[in-house]
């Protein structure tokens, strides 16, 4: 499966973005999906994820009540809607998808997931 992030820009903080991951191929894998980002000089880190069977979704705690990761099938793509943004969401923001449904204490490290694709920056300024 072949993933494109899409949706970032510049805006200002407490503005709102949202991001989508388009998925071509083997689209049934989009059942499990994860949001990372990096910023400069950073290690890539969780975002948000969502699983196969599970209604829960799963944020970082710095970004818990302001984004939310949702999937369309029918579209095939999962969005990433991020309201009042700060300075510090500043990064480049990639998904990444795992066909087997990640067990929870895995859903947070990057090494869970795979299928990266290129990804979207995201500029807050102040």
């Known amino acids: 499966v072949q993933l494109q992030a899409s949706g970032g820009g510049l805006v200002q903080a407490g503005g709102s973005l949202r991001l989508s991951c388009a998925a071509s191929g083997r689209t049934f894998t989009l059942t499990n999906m994860a949001w990372f980002r990096q910023a400069p000089g950073k290690e890539r880190e969780f975002v948000a994820a969502v699983r196969r069977g599970d209604t829960n979704t799963y944020y970082a705690d710095s970004v818990k009540g302001r984004f939310t990761i949702s999937r369309d099938m029918a579209k095939n793509t999962v969005h990433l809607q991020m309201n009042s943004l700060k300075t510090e969401d500043t990064a480049v923001y990639f998904c990444?998808?795992?066909?087997?449904?990640?067990?929870?204490?895995?859903?947070?490290?990057?090494?869970?997931?795979?299928?990266w694709g290129q990804g979207t920056l995201v500029t807050v300024s102040s």
């Open positions: 990444a998808v795992n066909e087997n449904r990640p067990i929870s204490s895995a859903i947070r490290t990057a090494g869970t997931w795979h299928n």
